[in-house]
């Protein structure tokens, strides 16, 4: 049985695994001051923070079309494929999955989809483990299994300059905004039941890098665990979390990875951004 898998351009999959796994990557729109570009394609993290940073610029992100789904889905079965696994950035971050869902409707059981309940690797990750069980021979529910059981087995912690962005698109409540203004805190978010909270607050950058490395420690668990480090515009940032977390975790870390994160989730952290996704491997 040959099962195909779809994901969608928040995944922000390592360039070292170009080529490795067989996925089809579905792009969201970033829109600045009025024009709208493929994410991955037409626009990157660094136009996204030059436009966040000017005076009086308009920054958005929209989901795939329905039938830019439906399109892909179709296309998938004609070249032969038995079904389809479509894996996404969680529904209350973004309309993608709704959007995947209505194109599967469209296309009937054929095609199932998954809300990874997070974003960045914490979706890509369960994409991967789908992609993996594919390749194996594996049935359409094996697959979308498969996708489901590494979604529960990812946590995602992050740090921002400022919630300022997270608040202008919807994604953090306003008296959390405002708090972390006030107080001139440094907050530490965590994706909960796919939403974005407030972890934890810290007085320095310093401190909040410390304190994601603690948090990354702790979700590992006593197993081994992959991990996957972001950053917008922060290489250095990003390369102290690895080497933290690499001498905390030893000979537990299996997978390391080191991704600037796309367009989209740039265009809702704004410049500053370090984050940290576990992925549990058991």
């Known amino acids: ?20 796994y067989d996925l089809t990557i579905v792009p969201l729109t970033v829109v600045i001051n009025g024009w709208g570009g493929l994410e991955g394609i037409e626009v990157s993290p660094a136009e996204v923070a030059r436009a966040l940073t000017a005076r009086r610029a308009a920054v958005s992100t929209s989901r795939p079309a329905p039938s830019a789904f439906t399109e892909v ?4 079965l004609d070249e032969g494929a038995d079904g389809v696994v479509s894996v996404h950035i969680s529904a209350k971050l973004s309309g993608t999955y709704e959007a995947a869902q209505l194109a599967a409707a469209e296309i009937g059981s054929r095609v199932k989809v998954v809300d990874s309940g997070t974003a960045a690797m914490g979706l890509g990750f369960p994409a991967l483990a789908a992609a993996e069980a594919a390749r194996k021979g594996h049935d359409l529910d094996a697959v979308w299994q498969e996708a489901t059981d590494h979604a529960a087995r990812v946590s995602t ?39 974005v909270v407030v972890r934890d607050k810290v007085r320095t950058a310093g401190r909040a890098l410390t304190r994601l490395v603690d948090l990354a420690v702790e ?20 390369a102290a979390l690895v080497g933290d977390l690499s001498a905390r975790l030893g000979d537990r870390l299996r997978d390391c990875y080191l991704t600037e994160v796309g367009a989209v989730v ?14 549990q491997r058991a």
């Open 157 to 195: 912690y992050f740090y921002v300059d400022t919630l300022e962005f997270l608040r202008r698109g919807g994604r953090i409540g306003a008296a959390s905004a405002l708090l972390g203004t006030a107080l001139s805190v440094k907050p530490i978010l965590h994706v909960n039941e796919g939403a």
């Open 266 to 279: 740039a265009a809702h952290t704004g410049p500053g951004l370090a984050g940290v996704v576990v992925h």
């Open 73 to 76: 889905y179709r296309r998938l």
């Open 219 to 238: 979700a590992a668990g006593d197993g081994e665990a992959d991990v996957a480090v972001h950053h917008l515009g922060t290489p250095d940032r990003a």
């Open 1 to 20: 049985m040959t099962i195909a898998v779809v994901t969608d351009s928040t995944a922000y999959l390592p360039a070292e695994l170009d080529g490795m």
